[in-house]
Nanobody
């Protein structure tokens, strides 16, 4: 079974940057689509970004497009989320997720139900 542990969150001023990491253990994640989601207080979990198994394609939520970049290093079993030009509305707990083993890359990759392993999350707070 895959276990996921996020790191890299923290407090940053608006306009700043953070780089989140998601380290996987237990099994290789090279066979899985990987995603990042976030949840702000009082709000539902929302999709942030997803990356294809080989790292050759990615999806982004409109709210982060052009500011966030997802990447992966399958040799290190790790996924990253580079977040630039952060805004107060980016404040949330960010979680990485591993897609279902037979999951298809495509328009459903933003859906929560396409992922079956979740990390505990890391807090990102952006001050104005």
């Amino acid at each position: 079974q895959v276990q996921l542990v996020e790191s890299g969150g923290g407090l940053v001023q608006a306009g700043g940057s953070l780089r989140l990491s998601c380290a996987a253990s237990g099994r290789a994640i090279s066979t899985r689509i990987m995603g990042w989601f976030r949840q702000a207080p009082g709000k539902e979990r929302e999709f942030v970004s997803a990356i294809r198994r080989d790292g050759g394609d990615a999806y982004y939520a409109d709210s982060v497009k052009g500011r966030f970049t997802i990447s992966r290093d399958n040799t290190k079993n790790t996924v990253f989320l580079q977040m630039n030009n952060l805004k107060p509305e980016d404040t949330a707990v960010y979680s990485c997720a591993a897609g279902r083993v037979l999951g298809r890359w495509g328009s459903d990759s933003y859906k929560v139900n396409q992922y079956d392993v979740w990390g505990q999350g890391t807090q990102v707070t952006v001050s104005s």
